[in-house]
């Protein structure tokens, strides 16, 4: 079964534009959820969707949005984008994001963001 | 807010020892506290986790307890080997969401031979 997959691997951009990221969860999976690592602020959630629909939300402004598709697959948009948004942007895949032991997130390797 | 303190930022063990990386979290209603381990430049993997229905799991070399009424939870490692060095992160649920965690801050754990 092949894992989370993320595209692309890295990306430069500079202050004001905007950025797409892409996510393809576990096959199965229906919960994806997004995360910012930063070495100051460490992994931090963004939001998370499950059946095309956003489920949770961090405390992340407004910039940061994202959606997912009839197949799972999710992306996440940065736009008017700012130093501090360079970060590595992770995200995780589960069955369903509810309880039980089915749902242990699994995460991909990343979008390293560089914002200059 | 919600939060989960992690303790300490770095440890340093000799091949063999004991390592253990203690969490607090703040909201009552978390369910679900897993650990992940992430080597440089690599993904977070899980390596242990526990629901709160449950006080004390143990997977080999590893060991996770919890105590649901101080709403601390532990990482134990035992005869720690070179392989063990790595960043680990507890997390825990907000509410019963396992899509939803805040993670700690993550401890820099290295094991010299």
């Known amino acids: 079964k092949a894992g989370v997959t993320q595209t692309p691997r890295y990306l430069i951009k500079t202050r004001g534009q905007q950025v797409t990221l892409s996510c393809s969860p576990i096959?199965?999976?229906?919960?994806v959820s997004w995360y910012q690592q930063t070495p100051g602020q460490g992994l931090q959630f963004l939001f998370e969707y499950f059946s095309e629909t956003q489920r949770n939300k961090g405390n992340f402004p407004g910039r940061f949005s994202g959606r997912q598709f009839s197949n799972s697959r999710s992306e996440m948009n940065v736009s008017t984008l700012e130093l501090g948004d360079s970060a590595l942007y992770l995200c995780?895949?589960?069955?369903?994001?509810?309880?039980?032991?089915?749902?242990?997130?699994?995460f991909g390797a990343g979008t390293r963001l560089s914002v200059l | 807010g919600e939060n989960v303190e992690q303790h300490p930022s770095t440890l340093s063990v000799q091949e063999g020892d004991s390592a253990v990386i203690k969490c607090t979290y703040s909201d009552s209603a978390s369910n679900y506290f897993p650990w992940y381990k992430q080597e440089l430049g690599k993904r977070p993997q899980l390596i242990i986790d526990i629901r709160s229905n449950v006080g004390e799991k143990k997977d080999q070399r590893i060991a996770v307890t919890l105590n649901k009424t101080a709403k601390h939870f532990s990482l134990h490692i035992t005869e720690t080997q070179p392989e063990d060095s790595a960043v680990y992160f507890c997390a825990a649920s907000i509410g019963g969401s396992q899509g939803n965690l805040i993670f700690g801050k993550g401890t820099k754990l290295s094991v010299k031979p």
């Open positions: 096959s199965g999976h229906r919960s």
């Open positions: 995780a895949s589960s069955f369903s994001g509810s309880g039980g032991t089915k749902n242990i997130q699994y």
